[in-house]
Every structure is written in C-alpha cells, then in structure tokens.
C-alpha cells in the first residue's frame, strides 16, 4: 500500500488489532463475519495510520479476523486520494478539503472542486471565460490535450446536469444540489488534470536533467529543448 502521509510504498505492519463480530443479521454476506480496527506507523515517515478491514471473525482468547479485506483508511481522512508531491500547495489544501467532506457533503465537496478545477483552467491554462462551461470549451479543443482528459473534462457538464443547476456554470463555489456520483466525478478529474499539468510535466523534466547530467559526464551534447 501506499502511506496516505508520505505516499511512499509501504508494508503495513499493524499493532494489536481487537475483531468484533457482526450481529447475525449480517452473517449473510459470503465469508464477512466481523470487523477490526487496526492501526500503525509508516516505516519511512512515521506518522499513525488507522483503517477498519473486514473478514470472517474468529472469538477465543484473542478476536481476530482470518484473511482481513474490504480496508478503508479513517484516518487520516481523505487518505484514498493521496496528494502527489508535485501539485503547488493552493491547490493541494483544496482538494484535500474536497476530498475529506465527500461523504458528509457530496455538495460541499462538489463545490469546492468546481471551484478549483475552474481555478487551474484560469491560472495554468490562461483560459478565462464568463462561464465554467465555456472555459471547459476552449480547454477541450486545445491541441496536445489528451483525449481521455478531454473527455474527462467536458462530461463535468453532463453529470453536473449545468443546464438544471446554472449557478454551476456562472457561480462555481456556490453550494446547490449535486447529480449521484458528481462529487466523486469530479475528484477523478481533478486527479487526471493534475497529473497532466503538473505531474507528468516536473518528472519529465526531471529525468531530462538527469539524462543530461550523464550526457555531460560522458563528454556528449546535452539534449535540445
């Protein structure tokens, strides 16, 4: 796994770990009889990580769970959506905002991300439009833009259903009724257009220079621009 902290992958190693069984009303689901709740620390940055896993329960001396699944990081919160080091801290702070109302507020969190996605076409992309469907418009149809991002993107209209909500649109930060799924959708795309502008580009970079660096020792031309 990953550490929701750091991002570095990880072998989680948790500490006592007390099972609880399910009430007999759930003994229906295939092989799923209990629940624990386990907690440890990230061997690279030591910081604590809980989640709550499901398995068969087994009582005795010491409940446990034979074969845990179906783990969910609680803490800490939002830690399904890691933030990659490269994504500028204005940005970051807002997604891990979104990220962590998305099932107290799927509309705060639907807020919250319009918002940002808006702000990445105006401050990155230099596209600055009336409305957020318009902005998406001229995004789309730019040369060298993924196709999958471009669709990714243009469905923002279609399952934000903007022609029912128009403060959508005009208001992006405005806190109004939210289609099923909105909110996570638009988390996916908020993670496909930051790999795209700030992911992909600094460790393309990075490896450019690294690859220089060694043309160099080897008494080669560096690469062109």
């Known amino acids: 796994m990953k550490c929701p902290h750091c991002n570095n992958s990880i072998f989680f190693e948790e500490s006592d770990a007390v099972a609880y069984e399910y009430g007999k009303e759930n003994r229906a689901k295939a092989g799923i009889t209990g629940y624990d709740i386990a907690h440890g620390f990230c061997p690279s940055c030591n910081e604590l990580i809980v989640m709550i896993r499901e398995g068969k329960y087994k009582g005795g001396d010491y409940p446990h769970l034979e074969n845990p699944q179906n783990e969910d990081i609680i ?17 970051a ?31 990155e992309s230099k596209i600055k439009k009336s409305s957020l469907a318009d902005e998406i418009e001229e995004f789309i149809h730019r040369e060298g833009i993924p196709s999958h991002l471009s669709g990714a993107v243009d469905a923002v209209r279609n399952v934000g259903n903007f022609a029912a909500h128009p403060l959508k649109n005009t208001h992006t930060g405005e806190i109004v009724d939210v289609e099923p799924g909105e909110a996570e959708w638009l988390l996916d795309v908020l993670e496909a257009m930051f790999d795209f502008t700030f992911v992909q580009p600094k460790r393309l970079e990075d490896r450019k220079k690294q690859l220089n660096e060694k043309l160099k020792s ?5 690469m062109k621009e």
Do not use: C, M
Not at 75 to 90: D, H, S, V, W
């Open 218 to 222: 080897l008494g080669k031309p560096e």
């Open 75 to 91: 803490y800490p919160r939002g830690a399904n959506r890691p933030i990659e080091p490269e994504i500028p801290q204005k940005y």
């Open 93 to 123: 702070s807002d997604f891990k905002e979104a990220v962590a109302v998305v099932k107290l507020s799927p509309k705060a969190s639907a807020a919250i991300s319009r918002r940002l996605l808006q702000s990445i076409l105006r401050e």
